[in-house]
C-alpha cells in the first residue's frame, strides 16, 4: 500500500533553469503573483552604500564567501536609520527569485528580484517606515521563498546621510536538518510557509536557519539527483542543487560553523527520501548516516540539543478510512535509545563531517542530549496535499505541535507576540447564518 513519493523536485535539479517566472496553480487556482515591481534606477537615488560584507548586516542561514545564498529560507536582517532601504544583487542571482522582506514587525512583502539590478525594498512611503515604536532601530528582514534559486548581495543601500545599525542577536538559536519537508516544497510561500520556519519564527527571539534541500537522503548517495546525502552536504555551505553545481563544482566551501550563532536546539527530520526504494538505501546505510549526522552536529555544537523526528510518509485508504504509512520508525527510536544508552554516554564519540576523523570525548559525565519528537496523530490525511507534501495547513500544525513540545522539553516560552509569521493565512467566513 505504500504510494510512489517522489520528494525530488524534477526541474530544479535538470540544471535547465534560466528564469523563477511560472504560472502557479494553488488549489487548482491561478496564483496571482502580481508582486510590486522594486527594481529601479539607482543612479536616481542619494544613496549611502554599504558593501555586502558590512559589519553591520547579519547574515541568516548559509551564505558563501561571494554572499551567495543556499539552502531553505536563507536572509538577512539589519537596523537603519531614515527611510530608504535599497539592495543591489550580484549577478549570481537567479533571476525573477520571490523574497519576502519586512519593516519591524510589520506583515511580509513580496517582490521578484533581478540579478544585477538594485532594488528599493522602503522609501518614504512605505508604511510604518515613520514610527519609531515599539521597534527601534528600524530593522528591516530579508529571506528567499525558495531553495533552488538564490541570490547575491552586491551591495546595501540608505539615503544618503543615513546608515545601517548592527543588531544584537537574539536570545537564542535553531537549526533545523531536513529535506523538502522541511524546505517547505509546496507550500504557499515555500520557505517561508514550511514548518521549519514556523517554528524558527514562531518561537520569537530566536536565530534560525533551514539546512534543508528537496530530495536529499542523509545517507551519502544520489537520492532524486542530488549527488551528496546530509551526512556529508550539511558540513558544506551550499545545497545539492544544480546553482551549486554551477558555481562551485566539486570544491563546495566547507562550512565555518563560527560564522553563525551555535545553536541551542537542532531538529533533523531526514529519512523520507531514504525510505524510497527508488534510492535503494539500505536500512543499516540509512542508520549508520543518521548516527553519523547526530555525531557531527555533537562535534560542532557540543551543547545543543539534538531533536530527532518521527517521519511521516502520507496516507493512504483501506476500506472505509485512512491510515498512515511510516518509515525507518523502529530504527529511529533505536538511534535516540543509542545515544541516550550507558554505552552511548560513558564514551561519547564525535565525528568531524569535514575531514572524516572520529574520536572519542574524554569525559565522566556526559549528559544526554538526544531527543525523540514523535509526530504520530499531529496531520491528518487531508493535510497532505496532492504533491505528497504538507499543505500550509498541515505545515502549520506540525509547527505548533513542535513548538510546543519544544516549549515543554526546555522550557522555551513563545516570544513571538504578535508580529505576523504565516503569510496568506487568514482563512475565514464573513458570513454568519448561511
Ligand atoms: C515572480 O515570482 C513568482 C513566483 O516565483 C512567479 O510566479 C512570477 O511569475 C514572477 N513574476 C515575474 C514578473 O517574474
Ligand atoms: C559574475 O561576475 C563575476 C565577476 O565579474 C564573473 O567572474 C562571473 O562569471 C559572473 N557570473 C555570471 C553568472 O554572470
Ligand atoms: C514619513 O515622513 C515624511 C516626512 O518626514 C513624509 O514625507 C512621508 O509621507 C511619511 N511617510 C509615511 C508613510 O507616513
Ligand atoms: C537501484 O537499484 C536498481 C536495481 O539494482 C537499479 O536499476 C537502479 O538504477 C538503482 N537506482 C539508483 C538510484 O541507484
Ligand atoms: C571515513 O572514515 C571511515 C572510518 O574511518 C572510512 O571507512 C570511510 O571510508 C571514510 N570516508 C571517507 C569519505 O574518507
Ligand atoms: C582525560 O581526562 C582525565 C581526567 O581529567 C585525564 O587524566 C586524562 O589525561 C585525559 N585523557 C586524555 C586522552 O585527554
Ligand atoms: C508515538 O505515538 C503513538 C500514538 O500515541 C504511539 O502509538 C507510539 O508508540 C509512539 N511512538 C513511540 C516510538 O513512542
Known sequence: MQPEIMLGTVLPLLGLIASASAT???????KITDYPDTKVDPSAYAFETYEADAFEISYKGRWDSK??????????????????????????????????????????????????????????ETPGVNVTYPVNPATFELRV??????????????????????????????????????????????????????????????????????????????????????VHQYFYTSDTGWRAA???????????????????IVVINLGTNDNNEANNVTTETYVESYTKLIQGVHGKFPDAQVVVMELWLGFYQSGNSYFQNKGFNQELYNIVQYFNSAEYLTAPKIWDGTT?????????????????FNTTGIMQHNDIGPQWH???????KVASHLTQFIRLTFGWELEATGPEVFHDTLYWNDETSY
Open 67 to 124: 554572499k551567495i545564498s543556499w539552502w531553505s529560507a536563507p536572509g538577512l536582517v539589519f537596523g537603519f536609520t531614515g527611510e530608504t532601504v535599497a539592495i543591489t544583487f550580484g549577478n549570481e542571482t537567479v533571476d525573477f527569485t520571490l523574497v519576502g522582506y519586512r519593516l519591524d514587525g510589520l506583515d511580509w512583502m513580496f517582490t521578484n528580484v533581478t540579478a544585477g539590478a538594485t532594488h528599493l525594498f522602503v522609501n518614504p
Open 356 to 372: 572524516n576523523a572520529t574520536r572519542t570525548l574524554n569525559t565522566t559525565n556526559h549528559q544526554p542530549f538526544v531527543h525523540f
Open 246 to 264: 554551477e558555481i562551485w563544482g566539486d570544491n563546495p566551501e566547507p562550512w565555518d560553523f563560527k560564522k553563525q550563532q551555535a545553536p541551542d
Open 145 to 230: 521563498t525558495n531553495w533552488a534559486y538564490g541570490v547575491q548581495i552586491d551591495k546595501v543601500h540608505v539615503a544618503a546621510g543615513d546608515g545601517l545599525v548592527k543588531l544584537p542577536n537574539p536570545g537564542r538559536a535553531i537549526e533545523f536538518i531536513g529535506d523538502s519537508l522541511s524546505a517547505g516544497m509546496y507550500t504557499a510561500y515555500e520557505g517561508l510557509s514550511s514548518f521549519a520556519y514556523g517554528v524558527g519564527a514562531g518561537l520569537g527571539n530566536t536565530d534560525y536557519n533551514v539546512v534543508a534541500y528537496p530530495g536529499i537522503c542523509v545517507s551519502d548517495q544520489d537520492c532524486w539527483g542530488n549527488p551528496r546525502g546530509q
Open 24 to 30: 502557479i496553480l494553488q488549489n487548482g487556482q491561478v
Open 390 to 396: 504538507p499543505t500550509d495547513v498541515g505545515a502549520i
